[in-house]
């Protein structure tokens, strides 16, 4: 017979004893992996299984997580083959490709995709003592990994907006800087065809391809990241469905609604079946899953590309940050019920790219880039937390200074000696307009370190350990 605790624990006892069963059999929770292109979310997923798997063998890897660093680790293992609906992550092969020689980076994912693993422990405290006196003391907790582009996100805005405002709200965002010149052809052509000319599939298609290069131009020549809608630069499985065939028109502010019959309003039709059919569908259907989410940022690309491109990923975290507001009248709350994302860590990756001493002063910036929105969430109760990480650790420092400047030391992928790399001090805000240097957008790609794709050394890593705890330490209590 299970012994009562003494009378000034009791509240302790009754407070836990509910999770007992749950605890012995099994307790789920979802890992939701995200962002923008080039942040590095297949690598993180890559590196956080295989060091996982690898814990048991070598605790050095992941001190930080305290079911590794006290010892309560019993083992971890990938889930098995199950009929779920989503793709499976390619782990196994990015492994491979990461130890193979000479080494290399794996394939980005562009579609949701997930992976499992069981994390068998034994409970620290207390419980760890009632559940040992019903169970023999382990406890699973089965963790899902779920993979999925951070463009995506920045499409619950267009759930509160109509058509004519959307329009409006881009067109407005394209005449500024340096996007004015990347859309200075689609602007030529849309000034072509207003609104309010007669409706046209083919006039509505080339304006979508245009649309949509312009956007990819300024994702992958220009360090832009603040692109709407999500899915023309990241579609997924989605493919060349007839309803992505719209784009922004010039709609006058008078005009609430395109008049039936014209090109304006078949560009309003599929705007609207796009809100209903793939944004609303995918908060309903996969996102109000997740319990705990991270989102990677590629701070360091944004700063060193430049004034706009900076701009660029402040508006983009900003708009990303509202996937996790919930209030009594807000659109999130309606597409989600009473489902909540608990914990939301926003990591600035490439802390091997910076000296140790740089690393705290990146962190502190991508808070302050997001600094208003992330305390408004937070008073909306989600748990936010900011942090710098590597997946992999693909460097070392350079001994020595140059000009002022520390650095770092690696190889670069396909070169056949290291290289070192200096950046001046990573700022804790975001620069002053006077402070900005010449874009420069060719970041060194080191080669990841020697890896053994066995799951036993595991891989370094700059605070992977760390940002796992505060995801999902309390289940491994």
Not at 286 to 296: A, D, K, P, S
Not at 436 to 456: C, K, R, Y
């Amino acid at each position: 017979m299970l012994k009562l605790p003494a009378l000034d624990r009791l509240p302790e006892w009754l407070a836990d004893v509910p999770s007992l069963t749950e605890l012995a059999k099994g307790s789920t929770v979802w890992l939701a992996v995200t962002g923008l292109s080039r942040a590095g979310k297949t690598v993180f997923i890559t590196s956080l299984v295989h060091n996982l798997l690898s814990a048991l063998h070598n605790p050095n890897r992941m001190p930080l997580l305290k079911v590794v660093g006290e010892g309560r680790l019993i083992a971890a293992r990938q889930e098995g083959a199950k009929a779920h609906l989503l793709p499976r992550f390619p782990y196994a092969a990015n492994i491979e490709a990461m130890a193979k020689t000479p080494a290399g980076w794996p394939e980005r994912t562009a579609d949701i995709s997930e992976i499992g693993v069981d994390i068998r422990f034994v409970p620290s405290g207390f419980v760890g003592e009632v559940l040992g006196r019903v169970s023999g003391g382990a406890a699973t907790l089965k963790l899902r990994i779920v993979d999925y582009p951070g463009e995506w996100l920045l499409d619950l805005p267009l759930m509160s907006q109509t058509y004519a405002e959307w329009s409006r709200a881009m067109l407005q965002l394209w005449r500024r800087g340096l996007r004015a010149d990347i859309a200075r052809d689609y602007f030529a052509f849309i000034a072509d065809h207003p609104a309010d000319e007669g409706t046209s599939e083919a006039v509505a298609k080339q304006a979508h391809d245009l649309y949509r290069a312009l956007l990819i131009t300024a994702r992958d020549k220009h360090g832009l990241s603040y692109l709407q809608p999500g899915r023309f630069v990241c579609p997924g499985a989605l493919g060349d469905v007839p309803y992505l065939w719209f784009a922004p028109l010039e709609v006058p502010d008078s005009v609430e609604r395109p008049a039936a019959g014209t090109l304006g309003a078949l560009m309003e039709e599929r705007f609207e079946v796009y809100k209903r059919e793939v944004v609303a569908k995918f908060y309903e259907d996969y996102f109000r899953h997740y319990g705990r989410q991270i989102v990677l940022v590629d701070v360091l690309g944004a700063l060193l590309a430049g004034r706009e491109a900076f701009d660029d990923t402040r508006l983009a975290s900003e708009a990303i940050l509202q996937s996790f507001r919930y209030g009594q009248h807000n659109i999130l709350t309606k597409l989600l019920g009473s489902a909540r994302v608990e914990k939301v860590l926003f990591a600035a990756t490439k802390a091997d790219h910076i000296p140790d001493l740089q690393r705290d002063n990146m962190s502190a910036l991508l808070r302050n880039m997001a600094a208003l929105p992330a305390l408004e969430a937070r008073g909306n109760n989600a748990d936010i937390h900011f942090t710098t990480l590597a997946s992999v650790a693909s460097t070392v420092e350079a001994a020595q200074e140059v000009e002022g400047r520390q650095g770092v030391i690696g190889r670069m992928v396909g070169a056949g000696k290291q290289t070192r790399f200096y950046i001046d001090a990573i700022p804790v805000q975001p620069p002053r307009p006077d402070a900005w240097g010449a874009p420069f957008l060719s970041i060194p790609q080191f080669e990841p370190p020697l890896i053994d794709p066995a799951p036993v050394d595991g891989i370094p890593h700059i605070n992977l350990d760390l940002a796992l705890d505060y995801l999902i330490g309390d289940r491994l209590r």
